[in-house]
């Protein structure tokens, strides 16, 4: 073999073996490409499922946080629809809750006591707990006024203060308020109370602050409480109605008895709203008539318990 031939030949290997390392070389490309692909496809996958499981996350977060929504709006709307047919005249029957805000004390109570026992009836006190502030309370006596078959509430803390409660947040008011008073009834009577009634009502609440008018009474509602409102009026702390100071017990009497002929037509339940602190002596002497006057409606007497209607002032929802 000459030297022109074998360097041909030798060529000839050398172009071979560059080829077979292109080929390998793109061999190998080819194969990184395929595992970057499917590696790739991989993590895609893992990112698509754990997308998907955090949407899964959050439409269920989403479901739960509607139902308890639901849950809570159909809790208010029963709770709702009974106290606005009570407020209205609902036809459900002849029954009085008579009650009494602002109790109990020494001047007044043992003597409504009285003459609710000797007229066989029954009345639902809803009283104040501060009695620093209510030097005349004798919370004593809501074990004499249970002891009688009548019954006790949560009214406030400290009612001078309750309107400017009013013009904070929810939160604030159970704090400031609400919970106080709860504590202190409660360790009074030895038991957990359920009903409740605002300062001046459930509508008052928006008239001091439109933020909470309505989000206050239905965290009331969500709480286990049931708070009542009234759709009766003694007037008893109505300057319109007064003279020299205090309302007469006759003018007393037949403003109640009126109002109540219109609920009486519709055979509808009443909740008469009196009061019971020191200077509501012609609210006592009225007393006897009006329960009289009530038996000769047809009307009975209940306390007000958590599944009596609510007499709610205003739509809530």
Request: proline share 3%; charged share 25%.
């Amino acid at each position: 073999m000459d030297g022109m031939q074998y360097r041909r030949n030798t060529a000839v290997t050398r172009n071979n073996n560059v080829t077979s390392v292109i080929v390998v070389l793109l061999l190998a490309i080819a194969l990184l490409n395929f595992l970057a692909f499917a590696l790739d496809g991989v993590a895609n996958a893992d990112i698509g499922k754990i997308s998907t499981a955090q949407d899964n996350l959050a439409q269920a977060q989403s479901d739960n946080q509607s139902l308890q929504s639901q849950r809570d709006s159909l809790s208010v709307e029963w709770r709702n629809a009974q106290g606005r047919l009570s407020f209205k005249g609902d036809g459900s029957g002849k029954v009085c809750y008579l009650t009494f805000d602002d109790g109990p004390c020494d001047e007044n109570t043992p003597k409504n006591l009285e003459i609710l026992k000797e007229k066989g009836a029954v009345a639902t006190w809803f009283c104040l707990a501060n009695t620093d502030e209510y030097q005349y309370l004798n919370l004593s006596l809501c074990k004499d006024i249970e002891a009688q078959g009548s019954a006790i509430g949560i009214h406030d803390w400290d009612q001078n203060s309750s309107y400017n409660y009013y013009k904070g947040t929810v939160d604030n008011y159970f704090k400031t308020d609400f919970n106080k008073a709860e504590k202190v009834l409660e360790d009074t009577v030895g038991h957990e109370i359920y009903i409740c009634r605002f300062a001046g009502g459930s509508s008052t609440i928006g008239y001091y602050n439109s933020k909470i008018g309505k989000t206050l009474p239905q965290a009331v509602l969500k709480k286990g409480y049931q708070y009542f409102d009234w759709n009766v009026l003694a007037g008893d702390s109505d300057p319109k109605m007064m003279e020299n100071g205090k309302v007469p017990a006759d003018k007393m009497v037949s403003y109640v008895l009126d109002q109540a002929e219109h609920f009486a037509e519709t055979d509808s339940p009443i909740c008469i709203l009196m009061h019971d602190n020191p200077g509501k002596e012609t609210t006592t002497e009225a007393l006897p008539e009006i329960i009289d006057g009530l038996k000769d409606l047809g009307y009975e007497f209940k306390t007000l318990d958590y599944d009596s209607p609510g007499f709610y002032q205003g739509d809530i929802l």
